[in-house]
Nanobody
Framework: QVQPVESGGGLVQPGGSPRLSCAAE????????IDWHRQAAGEQRELVAT???????NYTDSVQGRFTVSRDNSKKTAYLQMNSLKPDDTGVYYC????????????WGQGTQVTVSS
């Protein structure tokens, strides 16, 4: 089963702008909808951003206008550009691929930790 590799996290100051990457050796990568989730300590995983196979995007309210999701199908990689980070954005960020019907088709990766702190 496909397991993505997330990277790009780290310790970031409030207001910072890291870019996360999600690389997946998935056949027909371009056909997947890719979701970015985050999980804060002690909290449930939450969906924060989605990009469809047609590059339509959707964001949860708390990141709308600050985060931008994109993809480069030739590199089999999706990205999450995070701007104006806040301490509440702290968490482990995961990406996952699914089909248009919502069926998850990848396994969860290790995620990448983003810590927003001064």
């Amino acid at each position: 089963q496909v397991q993505p590799v997330e990277s790009g996290g780290g310790l970031v100051q409030p207001g910072g702008s890291p870019r996360l990457s999600c690389a997946a050796e998935a056949p027909f990568f371009s056909l997947y909808t890719i979701d970015w989730h985050r999980q804060a300590a002690g909290e449930q995983r939450e969906l924060v951003a989605t990009i469809t196979s047609g590059s339509r995007t959707n964001y949860t309210d708390s990141v709308q206008g600050r985060f931008t999701v994109s993809r480069d199908n030739s590199k089999k990689t999706a990205y999450l550009q995070m701007n104006s980070l806040k301490p509440d954005d702290t968490g482990v960020y995961y990406c996952i691929g699914r089909n248009a019907a919502g069926t998850q088709l990848w396994s969860w990766g290790q995620g990448t930790q983003v810590t927003v702190s001064s």
